[in-house]
């Protein structure tokens, strides 16, 4: 017996009648809006060859960590889903075999975000009408592998039928950034755009970051020693990424933590971070002291600065071990903002011409600090619900706790923030119906009238998102 | 063209119409009870002298740090809305013009408590039918000003029209309650009581703190650089404020740190307190011990104790330099209570005859620390949802959050702590009505009658406030 | 006047028409299931001799805590209502006037999840059909006095009126567990089985913590000065207490830190901790490494471990001196578990064979920290909401930032915790309805289909309480 799988329209609207008609009619006004995904983690090189999808899991499962945390969670090893240790091990390689796997697991996501984008993907963009259960895993692996190897599934068809205007990918400040490169020349209208994340040479934690200076050096011909030519090199990094379409930088780090040193104490720090004699508290100054560095060069050439702050990435030592990172074992951390933040915003607070966009894990932050920081500071503006908190409850969690205080124009709308491709339109159209949702609840209750929630509704998921990264 | 205006009367009701008529059912019972505003921020000289209010800007934009916060936030300049700095600049004088740019940006406002209460203000108050805008913003000057210049809206006429039954304003320790006083030899029924906020002689990291405590000997002819009569000095000013009617005191602190240190250890800090020489730490244990004493002097006097705890003030250097304190730059912080107030508690926290209101804009804490503590101690009471949560939503957390906790008896109804003396009708109102809606969802799930709910509403709006600041 | 007392087939649902229903509908499915209770504080007294309860107030004022909070924070004396001092003191002894004093202060419990759960019990387990006021005080006394000297409200005949399938008590590392061996004798065919909570013998900050691990000693024939004997003689008591039917610990500490050191470190804690030299960081090590070597202990035993953390315990000075523990003055803690659980982690968290269930009252670590943690380690399971937080929107919040990050399949569906026999149907029956008003709402918003629904409501009600703890 299989179940029918169905996307109801009403989808994730209230279920008191008038809100949920409200609703709908609220949505309607932004359903087919372009999708603007300022900030996300897709391949460019699917973009830049255009080449097919392989199958069902590797396209759905192995670059998912929501889905490997669950998998891992209800007792899955990593090995029997196909992912190879690092030092090599027997693995699972028959790709039916893991997708049959994970059908069995499939009702462990029930209620959770990845659940609600699958049925989409599933459903909205493969055309399956039966759930995903053991019953149907064949069926699905066949259907969509077939479909996988048709053109109308090849990445460049998929942009324009998911009707996306603009996607921004991250990379790292020594990437080549040879797929931007070839889809500027390729012709294609399609537009894919960089971001400069430039953690593997700003951060003292991140492996092999001696090495990675080094490179940095060599590709700018600074003197990455000192502090002035290693800022210089930074500065002509996001020149570089500028030049391919980036129009903002992103910052992934423990602590919301910033520094305003002298530059003596800052050599000291750059000294000991290239000989690896950098204690945690070293590297954590100079995490600090890059934010703020990070703000001064914004202010000078017009990036948008993102931080996302307070997760503490590959908790699972042995996890590690055997097969690096992001495996679904990031989990978040209580995060200070007001403190943290002040040396930069003593510095460029006050920059209306200067933005910088906070991301969060701890929704007790939300009302309590960043918000109150948000709705102050000219420079400040709140990024969407991310992560764990991009789900229904969760994102009107983040409307509830903000808006009374710091409204919707010190947001930026929604991010999708996603690596995973076919999940996209799953993801703008369910923050979109829950954000008409909450809109509709507004009106409902006399808080707004229709015709600024209608306004409102188009801000968030089109407006919003392209004035503030600028595109 | 203009849009329409309108205060609905199911507005901050819930959607669903079973719910909605019994909120209003509720409502009704409470919507004309007099006000009793225990805790705010008007100014006492208003009601003393009764003199016109001036002009729209003066009244509704400048003193309020709610507006200027959310201007500031979206790039206006304080001095384009008429904001001199300290120093002297070019400032904008037209009040029209200010009036203008304040509509321009209304729309930021969207769904936050300033525009509900001004929205009520404008509709209500000044009976004003279409919403503010860029369309609208001269209509709005011209009709407020005209309003503002006639005898209904003297300071005086609009107590009695707000049907205020008693407000407390706040004053610092060195304060001569001139207005107070005058006030009580006026014959004017309406009663303003003064309450009692020593911060300018308690905290040793207030500006001028050494002049005040010497100021303070002055008045009180007490020792006070001997740590006995400095207490004897607050005891004396504390007497002073309970004859211009005061029953409270108010405490506004970034931590609830208490303290309860031997003599020596107070005169040792107090000397360095005095000279100049305290720490920031200090400083904290300092303020940490004043409010022992405080409860100390409330189990004597009777005076009922506010504190307002978690707050970093004057948080943007900048401004502060340019422009001083209260221009939207306070912050919330991380607030522990659990282990901060056990000093205080081991001392004091049996006695019933001594109460203690704890105010958090750390929402975190309502079920974590403050429900459980005020449920327990008999000293404690749970004060109103504050400042940035005091919105329908953030009613309705702190509500949900704290009752099945703490029940309704350890609290004190509402607070509308405002220094907008316009907007106490509209924060009381949706108190109210965010308060019965509240009580709505519970009896009609059944966790308690309509005749209960009744009587709750009518506890929550006027009895117990009344009550518990022993007015 | 009296007023009629209703136990409401929809209570606890939602208002909303459509919602409702469907939660009747799951709660159908239900609601007839047998209780599994697999961790509570019940007396296994009660059911070994089966001797009938006294009279109202030792039954059900004396015992809990959550009254005795409420009632002491609403200015009742403990001698007003019939408890004594430890030193002797004078103290109320006539239970009808006990009685009458709790009816008075009823009102304060409106709202709360007392009210809910002693109202099913009223309505019910003893069928009065008039609210407790002080008017039907005196009714009450007498009707449930008469009720008690009937057979049947012996404890047997209620486990079984009750529909209970099994519970868990909680005893001490040193108890004899007389009454669950006279039970295993006894042919009756309830179940009643033990749970290992062993920190008279694992806290060195416990009242008598050397006699008591010297007791331990003695019992068990082992060396405990040394840790390796120690730690058999923990093994050993955790055999004897699977013997009487445990199949799980306990460990109830005020952080969730846990800690991996050197024998000889472990050594030198125990030394200091048995000579009574143990700082507090001591004691809160030596609770930290005993986490680490209790998990070691179940992935030997097979025993499921429960971890409730961050609660300070006995906070008021006063009130322990002069009447001891659990008087209703332990408060939450914000606690850390991301950092705290690591070393644990390190070592037993990939075990697929090992269940650690977490609980917590710091309800801003569900979606920050429980949710991510449970649902990666494949060791880890999350705890139903807990205390302070077992009431409908405590449910609610933990099943709205839990569910959408781990789903339901990393908790252990619903405990009732209780030392409250006579509330363990209530609570049973009240989380049932929420979760089934969580689910319809779920449903209702498509966010799964009612056959999911339906599934997930059986599971959280009985299948997964009795799989997580291995019943």
């Known amino acids: 017996m299989t179940h029918p799988l169905i996307l109801d329209p009403h989808r994730f609207f209230p279920a008191e009648p008038a809100l949920r008609t409200l609703a709908a009619r609220l949505f309607a006004e932004v359903e087919h809006l372009p999708i603007v995904s300022p900030h996300g983690h897709t391949d460019p090189a699917w973009f830049a060859t255009n080449a097919p999808f392989e199958d069902p899991v590797s ?115 020594l990437d080549p950034l040879a797929h931007h490169a070839a889809l500027q020349k390729s012709g294609w209208k399609g537009r894919v755009i960089t971001t400069f994340r430039p953690g593997d040479v700003t951060d003292p934690a991140a492996a092999d970051f001696a090495t990675n200076v080094a490179a940095l050096g060599e590709l700018t011909k600074e003197n990455v020693a000192s502090w002035a030519g290693y800022l210089r090199a930074l500065e002509n990094r996001r020149a570089f990424f500028r030049q391919h379409g980036a129009t903002a930088t992103d910052h992934g780090h423990p602590t919301a933590r910033t520094a305003d040193l002298s530059p003596a104490e800052c050599q000291a720090l750059l000294d000991r971070a290239l000989s690896g004699r950098a204690s945690a508290e070293d590297a954590e100054l100079f995490r600090a002291q890059i934010l703020t560095e990070m703000a001064r060069m914004s202010c000078d050439d017009g990036m948008v600065m993102q931080l996302h702050a307070g997760v503490w990435r590959g908790h699972n030592r042995e996890l590690v071990r055997r097969f690096g990172r992001d495996k679904g074992d990031d989990f978040p951390l209580a995060t200070d903002y007001v403190a943290a933040l002040k040396p930069l915003l003593d ?55 903000t808006t009374e205080i710091a409204g919707f124009y010190n947001g930026v709308g929604f991010n999708d923030d996603t690596r995973a491709f076919f999940s996209i339109p799953a993801r703008h159209d369910l923050a979109r119906r829950v954000d008409c949702s909450y809109l509709a609840e507004l009106a409902a209750t006399h808080r707004l009238d229709e015709d600024e929630a209608v306004e409102v509704a188009r801000d968030l998921a089109y407006r919003l998102p392209k004035s503030a990264y600028h595109l």
């Open 59 to 173: 396209l759905l499962v192995w670059p998912d960590h929501y889905l490997l945390r669950m998998l891992y969670g209800q007792g899955v090893a990593l090995e029997q889903i196909g992912l190879a240790p690092l030092g090599g091990a027997p693995t699972e390689t028959d790709r039916r075999v893991i997708w049959r796997r994970f059908a069995e697991h499939y009702r462990a996501f029930l209620g959770t975000s990845s659940r609600f984008w699958l049925d989409y993907v599933f459903a909205g963009v493969f055309g399956l009408d039966v759930r995903l259960e053991p019953a149907t895993a064949d069926r699905y692996f066949e259907s969509i592998s077939a479909a996988l190897a048709t053109p109308a599934f090849r990445p460049r068809a998929l942009f324009e039928r998911f009707n996306i205007e603009v996607v921004a990918t991250t990379e790292g400040a």
């Open 347 to 401: 510095r460029f607070g006050n920059r209306a011409d200067f933005t910088l966009i906070l991301f969060t894990l701890d929704e007790s932050t939300y009302s309590r600090e960043l918000a109150p920081l948000a709705s102050h500071y000219p420079c400040l503006r709140l990024g969407p619900a991310w992560w764990f908190h991009d789900s229904p409850d969760g994102i009107l969690r983040f409307r509830r706790q």
